[in-house]
Nanobody, 121 residues
Framework: VQLQASGGGLVQTGGSLRLSCASS????????MGWFRQAPGKEREGVQC????????YFAAAEKGRFTISRDADKNTVYLQMNSLKPEDTAVYYC???????????????WGRGTQVTVSS
């Protein structure tokens, strides 16, 4: 399975970005999909996951009201809508896929290449 993330960029504090992650999986609907991020000098951390059945897991409560994960089965794509961005959201964002359960940092079968998000103050 190949994952292609896109949509990152430079945005001012308070701005919005929508990240996309296109999957090559022929059975996309059977995968749980997650977004992760890694800031400079920090460990990679989970942001949100959407299961194969549409259930959402929030790995970080701080982003729950600002970030929204969604998936489009017709396009084999998962999205992360990020609103009210803050400088501390600056990181490389990665998407990941796993069968049967949400991917985690330590247990993920497939990682996409990251996309840089930079929030200026």
């Amino acid at each position: 399975v190949q994952l292609q993330a896109s949509g990152g960029g430079l945005v001012q504090t308070g701005g919005s970005l929508r990240l996309s992650c296109a999957s090559s999986a022929r059975t996309f609907s059977t995968y749980s999909m997650g977004w992760f991020r890694q800031a400079p000098g920090k460990e990679r951390e989970g942001v949100q996951c959407v299961s194969s059945k549409g259930g959402i897991t929030y790995f970080a409560a701080a982003e729950k009201g600002r970030f929204t994960i969604s998936r489009d089965a017709d396009k084999n794509t998962v999205y992360l809508q990020m609103n009210s961005l803050k400088p501390e959201d600056t990181a490389v964002y990665y998407c990941a896929a796993e069968l049967n359960f949400c991917p985690t940092v330590r247990r993920t079968s497939y990682w996409g290449r990251g996309t840089q998000v930079t929030v200026s103050s």
